[in-house]
């Protein structure tokens, strides 16, 4: 997903990949529709014998593709380009559509991870995420992380192995 296969160092496996939470795509799957709708209306009522009605109509579609844009194609972008692997080594988060910034957490350098979850997110399986390592950034939160509790386990035996000197005991 986010780190080939390649990039993986000798004995490092994967154990977790994913993207944020689908929750995230609820807000651009409803622009999508609300501005499909009002634009079919939009297109709708304009009358056919107005002199001006081909200009109206290409108004329509350009408005519409703007906010199709920003509102919906944007954010699954950003969604679909955000992603998570947790392998037997280290905790890579991947973000960015044209620019990319990547920020890798070796799990030896993991001091505490947490999470926390609303009572619809856990009705949703999701959560946030927090990760304080060792390092200059010292503590980072991560929203909207699916299977929350599954990671958090996950991350937390890693954790455990590496403290332990068993980076292979997943």
């Known amino acids: 997903m986010t780190l080939p296969d390649h990039h993986l160092t000798q004995g490092e496996r994967r154990i977790r990949s994913f993207h944020p ?3 995230r795509l609820i807000g651009p799957a409803v622009a999508l529709v609300l501005i499909a709708a009002a634009s079919g209306a939009a297109l ?3 009358p ?6 081909l200009y109206a109509r290409a108004a329509v579609a350009v408005i519409a593709l703007i906010l199709l844009t920003i509102w919906s194609f944007t954010p699954y972008l950003r969604w679909k380009n955000t992603g998570y692997v947790l392998t037997t080594h280290r905790f ?3 973000r960015g559509v044209l620019n990319k910034s990547t920020d890798e957490i070796p799990i030896a350098k993991v001091n505490t991870v947490s999470s ?3 009572l ?3 009705m949703l399986g999701c ?4 990760v304080e390592s060792a390092s200059d950034r010292g503590e980072i939160v ?5 299977h929350i509790q599954d990671v958090r386990h996950d991350l937390f035996r890693l954790v455990e192995d590496a403290s332990d000197g068993e980076i292979d005991g997943c």
């Not at 056919?48 to 009605?53: G, K, N, T, V």
């Not at 959560?127 to 927090?130: N, Q, R, V």
């Not at 991560?142 to 699916?146: A, E, Q, S, T, V």
């Open 92 to 94: 890579t988060i991947s």
């Open 44 to 46: 709708w009522f304009i």
């Open 48 to 53: 056919s014998d107005w002199q001006f009605a």
């Open 142 to 146: 991560l929203r909207d992380i699916p």
């Open 116 to 118: 926390d979850q609303t």
């Open 21 to 23: 939470h689908w929750k």
């Open 127 to 130: 959560g946030t995420l927090t």
């Open 120 to 122: 619809v997110e856990r």
